[in-house]
């Protein structure tokens, strides 16, 4: 009873169809027609009730049949066309709706070709069986064009569901980018900014006894560099943040020189686009993050220069190689290093001898 009631309440048709499907069934009237002339007949009058309360449900069924599925309602309505036809020239509007529920069949030739079947059929029966005009005409006047349009209707609207899938599946996977992207920013900036602070704060444990003014130094630079880094992290999340190489050389020349490591820079003078320049940025960092936590090294070497139409980026340092080579170019950090210059048409190079090398290829001309 529950699942009849939900039935009764519709929607009977697709929303998006508007009213209109529900105005089409005013063209039964034609039925009506033949009683200004002809005084009704109680029999009569009743199949042909009965016929219009078979046929309403046919006619609401079949906007949401498809293909196949379609095929029944679809020949029971011709059916009720043709046994009408002799009695009732209104028969006609059965075959009209017959050819407009040929847009169910969703490969166009097969509905075309069941439009054809159906007024070919029409008119071979009015020939045999010698009907009026005033069954034909509008049978074929009026079935063709409306079987054509609804068709064309249907698979304009096929296309626009299609296209709108599609268009959620680019914004689906431009999501999940982003989210890609933002992980790899936040993993660049924080795990540098907090491999840095433990550093500072071992350094002031260390100091806390001997010198009290150099370990208030270091908590000073610890608040500070924990304030830059929540800076950059809210500016990272917004997807605005931009880091300038020359920035982010003194950020790794401080963060390297409160481990007593040495930096040796060697950058080219030369217009650098702001993509790379960012893309490089970020690399740097996570060297140097890499650098802190598992090399011991006494020595960085930072080398940038320009050839022919790439710009060519040497990071190395002197320190204990990885026991594992493997595992740490599958990490997040050097993965997402290797996605963000691939993305930006570049290519990355890791090796592992004395210490770790990474050299990174950019063009000179990447796409933001």
């Not at 679809?74 to 059965?94: D, E, K």
């Amino acid at each position: 009873m529950e699942k009849f009631r939900r039935l009764l309440a519709g929607p009977w048709v697709p929303p998006y169809l508007g009213k209109a499907p529900y105005l089409w069934l005013l063209s039964l009237n034609f039925f009506v027609w033949k009683f200004f002339y002809v005084r009704p007949d109680p029999l009569e009058v009743g199949l042909l009730l009965l016929s219009v309360l078979v046929f309403v449900p046919m006619y609401f069924a079949s906007y949401w049949l498809r293909n196949r599925r379609a095929v029944p309602v679809l020949l029971a309505t011709v059916a009720l066309g043709v046994a009408w036809a002799p009695h009732n020239f209104g028969a006609s509007t059965f075959f009209i709706f017959a050819c407009a529920m040929c847009a169910a069949l969703e490969r166009p030739r097969q509905a075309y070709l069941a439009i054809g079947l159906i007024l070919g059929g029409a008119a071979l029966m009015a020939a045999l069986r010698g009907l009026p005009l005033s069954f034909l005409l509008p049978t074929l006047a009026v079935g063709a064009p409306v079987g054509i349009a609804s068709v064309m209707d249907a698979r304009v609207r096929r296309s626009a569901q299609l296209l709108l899938r599609k268009q959620e599946e680019v914004e689906h996977i431009a999501r999940i980018a982003e989210r890609e992207r933002i992980s790899r920013d936040l993993h660049d900036l924080l795990g540098h900014t907090l491999s840095l602070i433990a550093i500072k704060a071992e350094l002031a444990g260390r100091l806390l006894e001997r010198d009290t003014a150099a370990t208030a130094k270091e908590i000073k630079d610890i608040e500070t560099t924990a304030r830059h880094a929540l800076a950059e992290v809210r500016s990272a999340v917004t997807g605005y943040r931009q880091t300038g190489f020359a920035q982010e050389l003194a950020q790794a020349r401080a963060a390297l020189a409160a481990a007593d490591v040495r930096l040796e820079a060697e950058v080219q003078p030369f217009a650098m686009p702001a993509t790379a320049e960012n893309v490089l940025a970020l690399a740097l960092r996570e060297a140097v993050t890499n650098i802190l936590r598992h090399a011991n090294a006494t020595r960085c070497q930072v080398s940038v220069r320009q050839e022919g139409g790439q710009i060519v980026c040497h990071i190395s340092d002197d320190g204990r190689a990885p026991v594992d080579g493997a595992a740490l170019a599958r990490g997040n950090g050097l993965r997402g290093m290797r996605e963000r210059v691939a993305a930006a048409g570049g290519r990355l190079t890791l090796h592992a001898e004395s210490g770790l090398a990474l050299e990174l290829y950019l063009p000179m001309g990447a796409a933001a």
